[in-house]
């Protein structure tokens, strides 16, 4: 479904500079400004923003206040600390920075810290910013303490990120009046605003940007306890009603990852639904994971074929660009969304010449080969 703003959010939400949202993915077209009629902050799931096709009902998943994030401890209480120092001190946020795999809740933290430092949320991506230009209107509209939020910020074209190191550091910024031989620019001062960049990617940031955050948090996968207490969650929100030993099956297998977790437990909804259960036993939890092609160590099907690659390699490394080529996904996707699994199962590893299968990963395809290919192993 393509996002429509007016579809979404109310009149006092309007987009921010970077403009049309048609001929853009939703996630690279989101770009918004939130706040009530009375100029309170709203939170991601208050503004019901769809994050990608298919994934509508995520906002209506996003934790609405802190208390209600589960795990991420350590970094909850950081961001708690630096919340109640800033507004003691009278002044806006520090600028923070998130870091994590995809689906981890870099979003929802960005939401919640205006929630709770009762900011107005401006929301943006990197690929949203392409030029200078939309920056300066985004931040001139910001108002004293206000937080601009910008997702995929590693995507932020280089002049772009340049342009925002001022803003940052001393709340200006410089716009051009006239081009060509008598170019001149005009020095603009901006409201002091809290910057939230989030990324999958924090290595791609150069060190002057990354060092301009004066928070830096990042987010790890969940442990399965964790992930329980999120999959019942997202079961009481969803009015579905789900077996305990279902739910730890669905938490085992989501990667540690809590969109993951939401978007196996929505199908199982489904097969629940269709099969006229009143909720999700084990044997719905079983049936519906094997539908959708998902072991028991969470891996899916292109997982299987990035080992099934290697292991024809004959035990040889491969580049990220080969084995992007060899399943037909991005190197992009090969990296943050498939490889962080296979790392942490152990069952490939980086090496200098590329990636390998490890002993585990070597067993785990001979486990998994057809006969024929088990035969020539074995002689
Ligand atoms: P990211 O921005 O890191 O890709 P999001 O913030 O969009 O991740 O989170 C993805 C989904 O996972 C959200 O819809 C939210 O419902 C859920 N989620 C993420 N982290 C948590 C958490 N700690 N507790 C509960 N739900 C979470």
Not at 12 to 19: E, Q, T, Y
Not at 28 to 42: F, H, L, Q
Not at 329 to 357: D, N
Request: charged share 30%; aromatic share 4%.
């Amino acid at each position: 479904m393509p996002f429509s703003p007016a579809d979404t959010v109310r009149r006092d939400v309007v987009p921010c500079s970077g403009g049309q949202h048609g001929d853009r993915s939703p996630r690279e077209g989101r770009s918004i400004t939130a706040g009530d009629d009375m100029g309170r902050p709203r939170t991601f799931a208050q503004l019901n923003l769809p994050d990608a096709p298919g994934e509508e009902l995520e906002a209506e998943l996003r934790p609405r206040t802190l208390a209600e994030f589960v795990g991420q401890l350590r970094v909850v209480e950081n961001l708690r600390i630096a919340v109640k120092a800033a507004a003691l001190r009278g002044e806006p946020l520090d600028h923070v920075l998130f870091s994590g795999l995809p689906g981890l809740g870099k979003t929802t933290l960005g939401g919640l810290l205006a929630h709770e430092s009762g900011a107005r949320l401006h929301a943006t991506s990197g690929p949203a910013l392409s030029r200078p230009a939309d920056l300066a209107g985004l931040l001139t509209g910001l108002e004293r303490g206000d937080l601009l939020f910008i997702d995929e910020i590693h995507r932020l074209p280089v002049a772009v990120e340049e342009y925002l190191y001022g803003a940052m550091e001393d709340f200006v910024i410089d716009v051009p009046i006239e081009q060509g031989l008598g170019a001149r620019s005009v020095r603009l001062p901006l409201q002091p605003f809290t910057l939230v960049g989030a990324t999958t990617r924090e290595g791609r940031l150069t060190g002057a940007f990354r060092g301009r955050f004066g928070i830096r948090e990042k987010l790890e996968p969940y442990p399965v306890l964790e992930l329980v207490r999120i999959v019942a969650r997202t079961a009481a929100i969803l009015r579905t009603g789900l077996d305990p030993d279902a739910c730890e099956l669905v938490a085992v297998r989501s990667r540690g990852t809590p969109r993951v977790a939401n978007r196996i437990l929505r199908r199982l909804r489904d097969l629940a639904q269709v099969r006229a259960r009143d909720s999700i036993d084990v044997e719905i939890a079983n049936e519906g994971l094997f539908r959708l092609g998902i072991d028991e160590f969470g891996l899916e099907e292109t997982d299987r074929r990035i080992l099934g690659l290697l292991h024809r390699a004959d035990g040889g490394a491969l580049g990220v660009k080969t084995i992007a080529a060899g399943i037909g996904e991005t190197e992009e996707t090969i990296e943050e969304v498939y490889e962080p699994h296979l790392l942490r199962l152990e069952l490939l590893r980086k090496t200098s010449r590329g990636r390998e299968l490890t002993s585990q990963g070597r067993r785990w395809c001979l486990d998994h080969a057809e006969p024929e290919s088990k035969a020539r192993e074995a002689g």
